[in-house]
Nanobody, 128 residues
Framework: QVQLEESGGGLVQAGGSLRLICAAS????????FAWFRQAPGKDREFVAA??????????YGDTVKGRRFSITRDNTKEEVYLQMDSLKPEDTATYYC???????????????????WGQGTQVTVSS
């Protein structure tokens, strides 16, 4: 069983930065691939970024955040996953969710259905 709790959301002006934190409660943290998704009102849940299990040497980013505005990292010692968000835009406004795949799933995936465990989400609002 994996429990995920997001924090770090809030209100920020366009061009600003936020750092989201996903704290995981699990005995197998190092074995999980984690991802961040987001969902704006009236829209589908959208892939933002993912980091593979273990050392996290493989990452992936959604098309809307490419260009290195966002960066995903993990700390296996603290059992936390981070999403550093820079140069924020009003269109980044959404609820951001942390998700985890089953342990040692062989490939990094970007689809919602590939993730078994989900947090409750943290709101990010970017004002223009």
């Amino acid at each position: 069983q994996v429990q995920l709790e997001e924090s770090g959301g809030g209100l920020v002006q366009a061009g600003g930065s936020l750092r989201l934190i996903c704290a995981a409660s699990t005995r197998t943290f190092g074995g999980h691939t984690f991802a961040w998704f987001r969902q704006a009102p009236g829209k589908d849940r959208e892939f933002v970024a993912a980091i593979i299990y273990g050392t996290g040497r493989t990452t992936a980013y959604g098309d809307t955040v490419k260009g290195r505005r966002f960066s995903i990292t993990r700390d296996n010692t603290k059992e936390e996953v981070y999403l550093q968000m820079d140069s924020l835009k009003p269109e980044d406004t959404a609820t951001y969710y942390c998700a985890a795949m089953m342990p040692f799933a062989p490939n990094l995936r970007i689809g919602v259905g590939a993730y078994r465990y989900w947090g409750q989400g943290t709101q990010v609002t970017v004002s223009s």
